[in-house]
């Protein structure tokens, strides 16, 4: 038995790129920056980019090679996110992946009337609740827009109740600097001041390009300020294959790829070493209905094709998965949000965004959908885990010991291991009868059911006088 005592794990991988493949698509990245540049009329980042030897002329910013690979060796190459206790829950470096749901919503879908309606402010703390009540989730986001609350701080307050009703590390998006201050202060009360806050970030600020290569200034202010606060930013333009990006997909990958990196170089030459994670959220216009797809397979490969470029450029990554195009928790719902897991895991995604709550393409949040992602990403974290081989689970003892014609029951091998076994609270595998006895429930139902027994659960209160500064915090905003 001496020979089967070490551990033998092995990931399960995918690529959709080869290395000269990387190799292509870095040296076109490279080519558009230099060549076709970015369009940007912030007056820092001009003087930023000029003085550091980007050529620049009027708004149009070319960046050579070599000022990007600069800005690649500065960036970190790992970050650690903590929940707002303080604990180190997610760790992006090389393909890791975590995962989480997703931000901004128009509209809401009740699990109880299934009627759908405007996202509204009570609506955050269900869908906070609901994320850190469920396991596969690491992280969260700001779910949805706040249609009953004033426009000017519905970014805010939004951020200031998933905070107060998820623990899980938190990624924002709001309007202008003065939301990322103000988020940034209630960040800071609630994990305990900016050392334990620098130590695992409890927030991370997700910002835009806008596809094709052009920065407005309110963004770009945004992405200094990030720089200067070490608030890890994400930099996350939206190619659209065949409208805002070409129609061949590596052609969409190539400028998704420039339209982030530019940012990294702002980023750096702002604060060299500042927390920045990589990624474009790649997909194609659907000619046939003109909408921006979420349930697309294209999708899926072209994000795994940049989650293996960040892993070539030893850059955090933000990557996409457990969305879909239909409107309701139906088999299209399913089947495209467990295709886009699988593939995000596999590859290795980092920061996996839109699991659990964009459907219709990215306007409806659906609690139920949330519970459904939930158990497809805890049966895709099952299967990355691999198959250990090891003395113990190459089991030839046991199987000498049981014999030919014996059963393994009552071994206690069996009871030792069974409970690896992955089972879920949402599919069912009853024998027929037994399903019929137990109601005859089908899959909407045990969802529904499911969904509203996991929105009962609430996070550990805030102290009074927590709550009490946070309630100052937002009489202030403006």
Not at 124 to 132: K, P, R, Y
Not at 219 to 233: G, Q, R, S, W
Request: hydrophobic share 40%.
């Amino acid at each position: 038995m001496g020979m089967y005592t070490d551990e033998l794990y092995f990931k399960p991988k995918l690529q959709v790129i080869n290395e000269d493949q990387i190799h292509q698509i870095h040296m076109a990245t490279l080519e558009v920056l230099e060549r076709t540049g970015i369009k940007l009329t912030h007056p820092k980042a001009l003087e930023l980019l000029s003085g550091a030897g980007a050529r620049v002329n009027g708004d149009r910013v070319y960046i050579p090679a070599w000022l990007v690979e600069d800005a690649l060796r500065k960036a970190p190459n790992r970050l650690v996110l903590g929940k707002r206790t303080g604990e180190r829950t997610v760790t992006l470096e090389r393909d890791k992946s975590y995962f989480g749901p997703s931000l901004d919503c128009i509209d809401y879908m009740d699990p109880v009337t299934h009627e759908r309606g405007r996202f509204q402010s009570h609506h955050v703390e269900t869908t906070a609740a609901l994320c850190d009540a469920l396991p596969g989730f690491d992280w969260c986001m700001t779910i949805g827009m706040a249609d009953d609350v004033p426009a000017d701080t519905a970014d805010r307050i939004v951020a200031r109740h998933t905070m107060q009703f998820c623990e899980k590390p938190l990624v924002f998006c709001c309007k202008d600097t003065n939301s990322v201050n103000d988020i940034y202060e209630m960040a800071l009360l609630l994990c305990g001041g900016k050392e334990n806050f620098e130590a695992a970030p409890y927030i991370v600020h997700y910002s835009e390009p806008i596809s094709p290569l052009v920065y407005y200034d309110p963004a770009v202010d945004k992405v200094l300020f990030c720089a200067e606060k070490k608030i890890p930013l994400i930099n996350f333009p939206a190619p659209q294959a065949c409208g805002s990006a070409p129609a061949t997909f590596a052609g969409a990958i190539v400028q998704g790829s420039a339209e982030s990196l530019s940012g990294l170089v702002i980023h750096q030459l702002a604060n060299p070493g500042a927390p920045f994670i990589y990624g474009a959220f790649t997909t194609i216009m659907d000619m046939k209905t003109s909408i921006f797809s979420y349930g697309a397979c294209e999708l899926s490969l072209m994000t795994g094709a940049l989650a293996q470029m960040a892993q070539y450029y030893g850059l955090p990554f933000f990557g996409t998965a457990g969305a879909t195009d239909a409107k309701f928790c139906d088999a299209q719902a399913g089947a495209e949000a467990a295709f886009q897991c699988l593939s995000s895991a596999a590859i290795g995604s980092g920061l996996v965004h839109d699991c659990s709550s964009w459907m219709d393409h990215g306007n409806l949040v659906s609690p139920e959908f949330m519970v459904l992602v939930n158990d497809i990403v805890t049966s895709v974290k099952h299967y990355m885990e691999g198959i250990p081989v090891t003395a113990e689970t190459l089991a030839l003892d046991v199987i000498d010991r049981v014999g030919p014609g014996g059963h393994y029951l009552a071994d206690p091998h069996t009871m030792a291991n069974f409970r690896k076994i992955k089972y879920s609270d949402l599919f069912e595998r009853e024998v027929y009868e037994n399903w019929k006895t137990k109601g005859a429930k089908k899959m909407e139902q045990r969802l529904q059911e499911l969904t509203i027994e996991k929105m009962k659960h609430r996070p550990a209160a805030l102290p009074e006088d927590v709550i009490k500064e946070l309630d100052r915090m937002q009489a202030s905003w403006k």
